[in-house]
């Protein structure tokens, strides 16, 4: 240090640092806990809720300032306080006399304080950065904001000083209004200090900044309690999850009928199985831990017969990557036989290695059941052959019988007819008009009878007779049946269309019956006067050879189209029109020899269609 | 006695005395029962054919002209009949008719196998019928020229 600086006074120390008139600290009292700052407590509690909910002014802990303010206090001689936007003082170090035991001791004057420090607040909520005033109690005081993230949660207030000497008279008369002791009061008042204005700014930046530190400091502390917090209740969660899902994945796995496993066959050709479910105990009488590394004993339990065809497969899904799916028996050491059914997917692993997942079942009912269910089977087979032998047997001699009985008819119908001709004939002259009828009417019920067993005798012969098979020109033989029918009754006009038709494959006599019971059929129900129009028709559907003859006669009711191919069953009135009713259900067997169909289609007096089906 | 000496035209084997009778009626209308034999089985047919049995003294020079064989008899059926009649050397040349009820292919062919010289099959109704027998009876008495037993 130089001696020219100690013998000539600077220039800056005739100016007063910080006061004009500094301040002693010992008089100074704690505002905290006052009776008027435990009031606003309540009033904070009414203030609408920050964003996240946080009051922050109650989550900071402001308090670590106190100490600090305090200690500033002593070397400053400033008193300093944070105090919230309603009013309470959340930190502070002591503050004037004057203020603590007069002006907030005072109903009138402690309100005027609160009021001046809400409109300090509010001038700050303002935006201002820093804002001097005097208090409404003649002080003067200054403050600054305290923003936590964008929150103007408090102010940091430096107060109660002076910026010059008091007005005397104002104090005085407040002392008055308000009752103070007027030497106590005046004492207080010389304690205030005075600080020259300059000053301020840097020790607000310095509070302010210190506040603003402490706040965040506390906020991040809150944070991370916070987070901490969240944090160890997810990690008790996710532990929960993990229990209940590791629990749920060994009870299933426990319970599924066979076992789930996973198997890996290195690419040296060893194999393990790095999981098997404790179903493995009852499939191969393994422990689940006893392959983990090396599963060669799985294999070595499988039947003799099917190894080879299983690790083959095995090899194959393995190859390839295809699903493995195979059945095979396992041999216990006791010789006890079972069937299982594998199915795993397989995977590459990166180190050149195949994982398979998969499933095993004993499937040994199964088999068990197959077995049964195929020797059923071709016990019923055998059944089903011997009944279809009885059947037909039993059809045959139905149709026998049918045929003898109808067969042995004929004789006494003959002699019926026969003797009552004869009666006729050579006994006339005992007969009567009357005696004539009867007999006449006996004849020609023999007659019919005669016909009908005739009728009966061809049609059950169609079903026995042996088949010829043969290529039919259909429109060729329709053409000879139509000059057959013209020429036997040249009375009708007969006009009939034919197209050109598709051969046909079948026993051609019996193929020309069904046309001439047809066509006849066509021209009986047609009416009797004018030409007789009939057209044959054909049409090639789904490999089917469709024929068609359609006339446009009396035609029937479609409601019992299903009795028109029946045997002597009539949908026509008896006596109408002659025909034993044999015609179509001959029709219908012959077709159906022929692997084909008949229907038919009409309109009662609007005509009819009939229609066979021959397999192309 | 008598029947021995008589000339034997038609020989009917038909067991039904209906169908007989009938048949012979339609026969006797054309004249041409006046040498007809009627018996009621096989076994008496052929009796009557070889002259055995209660025919031993009928001689068989005397062989008929045609027989209507009927296919259902009694004892021998119509089938045995035919095939006997045409396998011996000494009646084969005797026309045989089969004049039957039945229609059946198999008949028809069996009893053409056998050699039988017609196969009719009796219709039911009895003019038909009579219509039919009397053409066979003109036919094979009168049209057709029977054959000489070579002596």
Redesign the interface.
Known sequence: MNDDTKTTKPESLSKPILFVRAPGVEQMSDPLKADWNQARVSAVQDRPALPDDIDLAELIDFSQMNMFFQNFLEVVGLPQAIIDLEGRVLASSKWQRICMEFHRANPVTLQRCLESDKNLSREMEEGKSYAIYRCRNGLTDCASPIVIEGQHIANLFIGQFLLASPDQAYFEAQRAECGFDKDAYEAALNEVPIISEERLPSILNLLTGLAHQIAMQSLAEYRAKVAYASVEQQVVERTAQLRATTGLLQHVTSNVPGMVYQYRLRTDGSVCMPYASEGMRGIFHMAPEEVREDASGVLAKIHPDDFEATVESIQRSAHELTPWHHEFRVRSDDGKECWLLGNALPQREADGSTLWHGFITDISERKRSDEVISQLNAELEQRVEQRTAQLEAANKELEEFSYSMS??M??????L??????LLEEHAASLDDEGKRLLKVLRDN??HM??L??DI?HYL?MGR?KMESGSIDIAGLATEIVAELQAADPSRRLHIEIDRLPLANGDRDMIREVLHNLISNAIKFSPTDGEVSIEIGSKVEKGENIYSVTDHGVGFDMRYAGKLFRVFERVHQTGQFAGSGIGLALVKRIVTRHGGRVWAEGKVNGGATIYFALPA | MDDTVKVVEILLVEDNPADAELCIRALKKSNLANNLVWVKDGAEALDFIFATGAYSERGMGNVPKVILLDLRLPKVNGMDVLRQVKADKRTQAIPVVVLTSSKEDRDVAESYQLGVNSFISKPVEFDAFAKTVSELGLYWLLVNHPPVVAK
């Open positions: 067969h042995d004929r004789t006494p119908l003959r002699a007819d026969g003797f009552s001709k004869i023999a007659q005669g016909r067993v005739d005798l012969s007779r």
